[in-house]
Nanobody, 115 residues
Framework: QVQLVESGGGLVQPGGSLRLSCAAS????????MGWYRQVPGKQRELVAV???????NYADSVKGRFTISRANLKNTVYLQMNSLKPEDTAVYYC?????????WGQGTQVTVSS
């Protein structure tokens, strides 16, 4: 089993920044892709950004140029730097880690962008 613990969510004004962190623990050997998804009530969970062990990244079009995903492999931690936040970025953000064919999920952290 892989446990994922997120931190860094909160309330921020439009145009502001937040940094999310996610630490993996447990049976971490074999984890390849880590990343972030987000979900708002009544909608499907959607990709925000993912990163592989080798550093290859993939971003949703809606966050390109504003969000940056990074990873500290030795710390088994993934980060999401979110800049120029917009009200439509408001959601619960979930950390994910893929190990072989299994996706693991964190408990989620709320990000609210509002004035």
């Amino acid at each position: 089993q892989v446990q994922l613990v997120e931190s860094g969510g909160g309330l921020v004004q439009p145009g502001g920044s937040l940094r999310l962190s996610c630490a993996a623990s447990g049976s971490i050997f074999g984890i390849n892709t880590m990343g972030w998804y987000r979900q708002v009530p009544g909608k499907q969970r959607e990709l925000v950004a993912v990163i592989t062990t080798s550093g290859t990244t993939n971003y949703a079009d809606s966050v390109k140029g504003r969000f940056t995903i990074s990873r500290a492999n030795l710390k088994n931690t993934v980060y999401l730097q979110m800049n120029s936040l917009k009200p439509e970025d408001t959601a619960v953000y979930y950390c994910t880690a893929r190990k072989y064919s299994i996706n693991y999920w964190g408990q989620g952290t709320q990000v609210t962008v509002s004035s």
